[in-house]
């Protein structure tokens, strides 16, 4: 049998951090950074004594990443604990949801190679995030910092529906934007607001019981996981293929040597202890409240798609680029309305912004200035202010040190030589100074022209208005 | 007065009602004409002391003289609000006590290797056997595969006591139990026997498990001079009725001022 006969199959566990100002069960900034332990009251540091009290915001997230992913949303929750050691574990047990998850049964649409397909969730349920471990520099030990303990999270569980690393990427993908767009988290992977536990098995094309899965936890990078369900899909068949056997078990995926390696610590299946949290009520979610959070949903990306085609005439290549963000989609809009013009406006987001963002490995919601710079930007070339090469330029600055483009080019001198009288000298100059061209043009090289220009525009920094530069050199010419 | 302080909802304790508050000084009043009590058959059968049995009929006694009605009912579950007591309070104190791992709070071993060596030998070294019962109790009937029976179950049976309560309190509108079968024993006469100890608590945990009012009133001494005390339990949030009750008796029999315990050395 070869890797063709065999299908992939792929179940994912998404956490997201919500972007709720306070933390859960108290009133503690979610802030991300801040110095160690900082954050932090005797309810998420677990004093004794102290007792949760649950954020009414994070349920109201947690309904809207429900409502946005065709979910079902209970009537009924609750909270429960789940009880285990680990240092960053203040409490020894995470206030979770176990069997009345707020919402069921919704799905996600992704397009595999042109075709449109729906990947199931099995559920969202709001947790507790934990705190972190500083591992000292001098293996003395590690230290905790409870900041993130109590920061509030979403768990995203999908069906085992995907069948290759690339449905994984689109399905990702796919989440992240939607929950861009809702407003209910950052989503920034370095800081870890978004993490995944992938499981993945294989079985042979046509079975219907599925192989046994392994699991790979707390991954932060698209990229990372892509590659680690290749690797790991390959591996179960060779595995399968040598008539082996795969063992259910918890990987670690090192990014380094690309190579799946059991856990060292392999203990025996986990036993949670799952039960109610007494010190907590059941959450009751009444039809007026879920219908308020539907009312309060902003537009969804495939809406904006078809604005941008219909009122903006763009093409759907670019309206699927841009609303492949929100911040890309937000920054189109705003920058658009500035200066009324989308078409450039859209060229800029998928050529130099996209650009400098890959260079740099930041994503869209790093992008440092405001749409209304941007629409400023576009409104300065379409003056013929600025050339479209000093633009670049003022992008970069822009990066840099985001300010508007108009003090910008003052500042650096960068308006565009636009006077008749100054475009004459300049040319003058620059006709003086290259006989052997103006030879050559007077000799029927129409080309001699074009190096003139890029000699004045060399001699200005680039500043000069090209057109005119080029008008005036034929006129000057023929004289 | 206390009870006025701490009387009302508090936003830091999801788990406390918002309701009205009342001023429960206002129902220290001396009359119970009329008040319906019942008396639950079933704690005052076997297992309950007989000097203890007598001092709770003198009460109910006077109560009748003082111009309440009298009458014995029936609360079946009540032998089963003992065990589910014990499964649910020692479910919650295994999670609870978890903090308690020589990480952040309590005492820490000195004596360890690796991160198990610090939650192992903290936890032996730091708690009490009556705690580690519990811990072990506790984490036993939350383990996956006995969940369903024991605490899943218990919460069930908690839901049966509280409406058999609810059905009771449609007749009357005290019920009256002894607070504790025996009076109390000697510093550790019972350590060694801890189901025995659980027992003592038959009478006040049902209360508890059912989210009833109880009110503790002496009643009398034994032969040894030993307090013996009965309990009033109310209906939900109906303090003001108990303590009503309690302070009818207490004012006419001026037990408490008769008393002069004697302390040994
Ligand atoms: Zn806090």
Redesign the interface.
Same mark, same amino acid.
């Given at each position: 049998m070869s890797r063709e006969d065999y299908e992939i199959v792929i179940g994912l566990e998404v956490h997201s951090e919500l972007s709720t100002k306070t933390k859960i069960f108290c009133s503690c900034p979610t802030e991300f950074g801040g110095e160690p332990n900082t954050h932090c009251c005797p309810v998420c540091?677990?004093?004794?004594g102290t007792? !949760?009290?649950?954020n009414e915001k994070v349920v109201e997230y947690a309904i809207k990443a429900g409502l946005a992913t065709n979910c079902e949303i209970a009537s009924i929750s609750k909270n429960d604990?789940k009880?285990y050691?680990y240092?960053d574990l !203040?409490?020894?047990?995470q206030i979770s949801q176990y069997d009345m998850p707020l919402c069921e049964h919704g799905y996600i649409e992704i397009e595999v190679n042109g075709e449109k397909k729906k990947i199931g969730l099995t559920r969202i349920h709001i947790e507790e995030d934990a705190g972190k471990l500083n591992h000292d520099d001098y293996g003395r030990g590690s230290l905790?910092d409870l900041n993130r303990a109590g920061v509030p999270l979403i768990e995203i569980v999908s069906e085992p529906d995907l069948r290759s690393s690339e449905e994984v990427d689109l399905y990702l993908k796919k989440l992240k934007s939607i929950l861009e767009y809702i407003e209910v988290s950052d989503c920034k992977m370095q800081e870890g607001s978004l993490r995944a536990d992938v499981n993945v098995s294989v079985r042979k094309k046509g079975q219907k019981e599925f192989g046994t899965r392994t699991e790979m936890k707390n991954m932060n990078s698209f990229r990372s996981i892509v590659r680690a369900i290749d690797y790991e899909a390959e591996r179960q068949i060779e595995v399968l293929e040598d008539g082996g056997k795969i063992d259910q078990e918890t990987l670690r995926w090192d990014d380094v040597s690309g190579k799946t390696f059991p856990m060292r610590d392999k203990e025996d299946a986990q036993?949670y202890?799952?039960?109610p949290d007494?010190?907590?009520?059941a959450i009751k979610i009444s039809e007026e409240m879920k219908e308020n959070i539907r009312k309060s949903l902003p537009e969804m990306p495939e809406s904006r798609k078809e604005r941008y085609i219909n009122e903006y005439k763009l093409p759907e290549y670019d309206s699927n680029i841009l609303i492949s963000s929100k911040y890309f989609s937000d920054l189109f809009e705003g920058a658009t309305k500035i200066c009324n013009n989308p078409k450039s406006v859209s060229n800029w987001i998928m050529t130099d912004i996209t650009k400098e963002l890959n260079e740099k490995e930041l994503e869209p919601s790093d992008i440092p200035f405001t749409a209304e710079e941007l629409g400023k930007l576009v409104v300065l070339i379409d003056k013929g202010t600025i050339s479209s090469s000093i633009a670049k330029k003022v992008l970069d600055e822009m990066f840099k040190e985001p300010r508007d483009p108009q003090k910008i080019i003052e500042e650096k001198g960068w308006v565009q030589i636009s006077d008749e009288g100054a475009i004459k000298e300049i040319v003058l100059k620059i006709i003086e100074a290259n006989p052997q061209s103006v030879a050559d043009f007077k000799a029927g090289k129409d080309k001699a022209v074009g190096f003139l220009v890029g000699q004045a525009m060399k001699e200005t920094k680039g500043k000069a208005n090209p057109q005119m530069l080029n008008k005036m050199f034929i006129e000057e010419l023929k004289k | 007065m206390l009870l006025n302080l701490i009387a009302g909802h508090d936003?830091?304790?999801?788990?406390s009602v918002d309701i009205e508050k009342k001023d429960y000084t206002k129902a220290l009043k001396k009359d119970v004409k009329g008040l319906k009590i019942g008396v639950p058959k079933e704690y005052f059968g076997e297992g309950i002391n007989e000097e203890v049995r007598e001092k709770v009929k003198e009460a109910i006694k006077k109560y009748e003289e003082l111009g309440a009605t009298i009458e014995e009912c029936s609360l079946d579950i009540a032998d089963e609000a003992l065990a589910v007591y014990y499964i649910i309070a020692c479910?919650?104190a295994?999670?609870n006590l978890?903090?308690?791992?020589g990480?952040?709070?309590g005492y820490r071993t000195k004596n360890f290797k690796t991160?198990k060596d610090i939650?192992r030998n903290s936890r032996s070294e730091g708690f009490g056997p009556e705690v580690k019962r519990r811990i072990i109790l506790g984490?036993y009937v939350?383990?996956?595969g006995y969940?369903d029976a024991y605490?899943k179950k218990a919460q069930k049976v908690r839901t049966l006591i509280r409406k058999e309560f609810e059905k009771l309190f449609e007749k009357y509108d005290v019920l009256l139990t002894p607070t504790s079968p025996t009076v109390a024993y000697e510093i550790g006469t019972k350590s060694n026997n801890p189901l025995e100890m659980y027992l003592a608590d038959l009478c006040t945990v049902t209360v508890n498990i059912a989210g009833l009012p109880g009110i503790s009133v002496p009643c009398g001494v034994n032969s040894k001079g030993m307090p013996i005390g009965m309990q009033l339990i109310g209906k939900p949030f109906d303090e003001e009725t108990i303590l009503r009750a309690a302070y009818t008796y207490e004012q006419d029999t001026k037990f408490r001022e008769n008393y002069k315990p004697e302390f040994k050395k």
């Open positions: 540091m677990a004093m004794p007792l !949760p009290v649950l604990r009880n050691f240092p !203040p409490k020894a047990y905790v036993d202890r799952y039960f007494p010190d907590l009520v | 936003e830091k304790d999801s788990t479910a919650e295994s999670s978890g903090r308690f791992d990480i952040r709070y991160l939650y984490t939350l383990s996956s969940y605490y």
